[in-house]
């Protein structure tokens, strides 16, 4: 079996603009963003840290890092999911975000899970 199929962690994510909390007078834009963790190898492994890239609509990049998420670095066994919900703001109607969670495998092997791009836009901005 190859590495990529015994360390395998599939991320999905699923973006909403959270209208209450925005305020587009003063470039302030509040999106909502729920994340879904997945374990599709073949042994148990940790979430550990995090590494976000958010760029807005002007192209500005913001880089994140922290240990585990909201507060948790979950261990997912093999079929095992993990989901949460976070946020971030913009000072644009539009932005994306990608990165890496950094994981490590019951047998003491680290490697980076992707967080496919996704779109952060306030509805009705993009056509």
């Known amino acids: 079996m190859s590495k990529s199929e015994t360390y395998r962690i599939e991320v999905e994510a699923v973006a909403e603009y959270v209208e209450a909390q925005s305020n587009p007078e003063d470039d302030h834009y509040v999106f909502a ?56 703001v913009l000072e644009t109607a539009v932005g994306t975000m990608h990165g890496s ?7 003491g092997h680290r490697f980076d899970a992707p967080i496919p791009a996704f779109m952060l836009a306030m509805p009705r901005v993009l056509h």
């Open 33 to 88: 963003y729920n994340i879904t963790i997945r374990n599709t190898g073949t042994v148990a492994a940790r979430l550990v840290s995090r590494h976000w890239v958010i760029t807005d609509g002007t192209g500005h990049v913001q880089e994140v890092h922290g240990q585990g998420v909201v507060g948790e670095q979950p261990l997912l066994a093999p079929g095992e999911s993990f989901r949460y919900t976070s946020g971030s």
């Open 101 to 107: 969670y950094q994981m490590e495998a019951s047998d």
